[in-house]
């Protein structure tokens, strides 16, 4: 009697696939440890840069005090490196003029100096998480997974002259092909657990939310019959992951309650699914991102906290005005207050996101541990709109190939592309090159 490595509770027009079980896992007999797992890749950005005073550690080293930006982090610190040093050149002006914004969001994972246009004649690069997904996207059932917080237009002018495809993606399958990310969580959730048949999943999420029915139901009777054959520590970690996917379900509905009862109030509401709360909508994703990783329905994710050049306010964090507004501060005090509030409110959704990851388990170790992840900006002070030491942090141990727990201060201007180098190597992707890289980022691994 044997299980997949990748089982699948299936029902109509569902297809809930779940964590690595260990009655599943290859053994030694066949030369394959019971306990390998793959190593994941994220790559999660903000907008307008970071206040830098309050972002880099004091010295270089192993990992002290945090300062105020990253003390969210504090739980986590020994499985964090930030980075300093690291720039994205080609997001400079060029002779290009203005528009930083649209340059630092799709210069991010690329390295190359994008086409100035309005218009259809786009042209970026290949990004880091499209090179990896074109080399082991194949072993998953979604090459890769590309989520955010803010939705992006595809086309017209959002900021000096430049489209807003550069904006809105740090994505890029080829140099005029970003690839679209997906904000609607409930959007997300039947992607992942929904049939590869659309027209019997759509069937299903009607007669579902018709019913007021867990897609689980749907799945319940496959469920039953997996219980019977597993042993008492994988029954214990499918009734966890269930209980996951049941959670997730339960706050995307109560978000589509909550709006649909503003709207009948004549309150202006986001679209169905969305949640009202900042804060919700980016935890709600990722922990779909968490739970996709964990499932191995992909190994590959990109996570927009929002656009850069966003001037959204944060009325969670009782903040009205825009943050681009703020991010302009001119060294005003009030402003400059505001821009760490904010500043500090996505490093606490960061810090929720890696103390998921760190408690999840993933064989002998946590799916934190087998996973390298990116968190940072395109742009270092948002008032000067400058590239070059920008604010990054790496986390997770790569399956074991980062030394984490450290603040690594590289020389000035080294591309950033060294440290994607890098990284793909460590996933088996033979690349020697990406956009202005100059070769592996040293002492990180």
């Known amino acids: 009697m044997s299980l997949s490595r990748r089982t699948v509770l299936k029902g109509f027009g569902t297809a809930v696939a779940l964590p690595f079980l260990e ?58 490196n930030v980075v300093s040093g690291l720039a994205q050149l080609r997001a400079n002006a060029n002779g290009d003029g203005p528009g930083d914004h649209a340059r630092s ?31 082991i996207g194949k072993n998953t059932r979604f090459a890769s997974l590309e989520i955010g917080s803010e939705r992006g237009a595809m086309a017209g002018n959002c900021d000096s002259g430049y489209s807003c495809a550069y904006s809105s993606s740090i994505s890029w399958s080829g140099e005029s092909t970003p690839v679209a990310k997906e904000v609607n969580p409930r959007a997300v959730f039947e992607r992942l657990f929904g049939s590869a048949d659309t027209v019997e999943a759509n069937i ?4 579902r939310m018709t019913y007021r029915r867990s897609i689980l139901d749907m799945v319940s009777e496959d469920a039953d019959a997996l219980r019977s054959r597993l042993g008492t520590r994988d029954q214990q970690k499918l009734e966890e992951y269930l209980d996951g996917v049941r959670a997730i379900e339960r706050r995307i509905a109560m978000a589509e309650q909550e ?38 329905l992909t190994r590959i994710c990109t996570f927009m906290f929002a656009n850069d050049g966003s001037n959204r306010p944060y009325p969670e964090i009782n903040i009205g005005d825009g943050h681009h507004d703020v991010s302009h501060h001119g060294r005003d005090p009030e402003k400059m207050k505001k821009k760490r509030e904010i500043d500090l409110f996505h490093a606490q959704q960061l810090a929720y996101v890696l103390r998921r990851m760190s408690e999840t388990s993933d064989g002998d170790n946590s799916l934190l541990d087998n996973t390298m992840l990116v968190y940072g900006a395109g742009i270092s002070d948002g008032d ?62």
């Open 259 to 296: 709006n649909q009862a503003l709207t009948m109030d004549g309150v202006q509401s986001p679209p169905a699914g969305i949640p009202r709360d900042r804060g919700e909508h980016i935890r709600l994703l990722g922990d779909m991102m968490v739970m996709a990783f964990q499932s191995d």
């Open 105 to 135: 969001t799709s210069t991010w994972l690329t390295g190359v100096q994008i086409k100035k246009t309005a218009g259809a004649d786009i042209q970026a690069g290949v990004s880091a998480d499209q090179v990896a997904a074109q080399f």
């Open 23 to 80: 009655f599943g896992m290859p053994t030694k007999a066949f030369g394959i440890s019971s306990q390998a797992r793959p190593v994941r890749m994220a790559f999660l950005f903000v907008p307008n840069g970071i206040d830098m005073a309050g972002w880099r550690p004091g010295a270089d080293g192993a990992l002290g005090a945090l300062p105020e930006i990253l003390a969210p982090l504090e739980s986590v610190k020994n499985e964090i």
């Open 384 to 445: 000067r709109h400058n590239h070059d030491d920008l604010p990054i942090l790496v986390a997770g141990k790569g399956g074991g190939t980062l030394r984490t727990g450290r603040h690594l201060v590289y020389g000035d201007r080294t591309p950033m592309t060294n440290l994607f180098v890098s990284m793909l190597g460590r996933v088996g992707v033979p690349i020697e090159r990406l956009g202005d890289s100059t070769g592996p980022l040293k002492e990180l691994f």
């Open 204 to 207: 299903s999420r009607e007669a």
